[in-house]
Nanobody, 115 residues
């Protein structure tokens, strides 16, 4: 059973924008912190951004000021708006829902920043 559904990746030029979406079940959305990780070829998976159930957000230094969280409670969906994208942002981005009782991963979505 698919718990998280990601969308929004694609190819964009440097300086461009993309918005990633992560849709979850109502239970997950209300009880779990949601994280975005990314993994570039040959590199370890890194934590990019976190939003808690209370709405607190945190960002990696590499994306701070360029990436922004938002959430739509009616749709049980969180969004990561990515602006001023750089080639080094190229990676597969994964949504993760994490609580004391479960940890679910999305299937990943490719983001490619290239001219």
């Amino acid at each position: 059973q698919v718990q998280l559904v990601e969308s929004g990746g694609g190819l964009v030029q440097p300086g461009g924008s993309l918005r990633l979406s992560c849709a979850a079940s109502r239970t997950i959305f209300r009880t779990a912190a949601i994280h975005w990780y990314r993994q570039a070829p040959g590199k370890q998976r890194e934590l990019v951004a976190t939003i808690t159930t209370g709405g607190s957000t945190n960002y990696a230094d590499s994306v701070k000021g360029r990436f922004t969280w938002s959430r739509d409670n009616a749709k049980n969906t969180v969004y990561l708006q990515m602006n001023s994208l750089k080639p080094e942002d190229t990676a597969v981005y994964y949504c993760n829902a994490d609580s004391a009782f479960f940890s679910y991963w999305g299937q990943g979505t490719q983001v490619t920043v290239s001219s």
